[in-house]
């Protein structure tokens, strides 16, 4: 009650806090996580910590593709908004492939650019070389 | 991996560990928390208490024990009570086969409250 020390009511009102009661109100969450009732009251308990770390690691990717499905959505935009300007012009071309997540992936897409350049380069000399041959 | 207590009785290893289940019918056969901070208090408490705790953490992974097995076993267990009487620094202090069961116990619950927080605190001592 107000004015009376904490000490006091600390002891009038003591009463016997039960775990199992905590336990079976944190079943249910961690049954969303992804446990088994075997696991949660029969199994290793700390199977429990690691299924919650996983669920946050499940999360953040979720939070990230999200994220990168926006990413796409606004570089589709910006290429059709040319449509819609006070002067219609013809909308630029989607990507022709997905943006790279990584070092390594960006690598592999500048390499594939390179060797597609030097192919259409050397297309195109094999093209105008054998024009000039025949003529 | 959960804590443990591992030990060889009469060529037969032994795995001492509480799973939720156990630690439910330890509660509801009346040994709770509050009662094993108040063994300090209350050491006559510890009589019937520590026989009981120490019966139910076989039950996970050895069931078929007895009490009768269960007793015999404790009774041959060295350094039950640690040194905590000696009053050694903190890092030195061994609560023995008692500390560690009593931590045994708790794990089952205290795991679930290792999420951590962001509010960044500091002690007195």
Known sequence: MVGEPCSENKESSREVTLFSTFLQDAFPLYLFYGMTYEQFWCEDCSLADYYRKAYELRRAEENQKLWLQGVYFYVALCDVAPL???KPQKPQDYLSEPIPLSEKEKEKQDERKQSEA?????????VQFNKEKEG | MAKQITFKYD??????EFNREVFKKVEASGITM????GLENNPADALEVIPELWFRAFQMHHPSVTRELADEIYHSMANKGGNAEQNLPDEEIDFGLLGALIEL???PVAILYTEQGNTKWS???
């Open chain 1, 118 to 126: 030097i192919k259409e380069y050397m297309n195109t000399f094999m």
């Open chain 1, 84 to 86: 819609y300007s006070w």
């Open chain 2, 105 to 107: 116990y708790q794990e």
């Open chain 2, 34 to 37: 509050a009662r094993l901070e």
């Open chain 2, 11 to 16: 060529n037969k290893e032994y795995i001492l």
């Open chain 2, 123 to 125: 002690k007195s001592w």
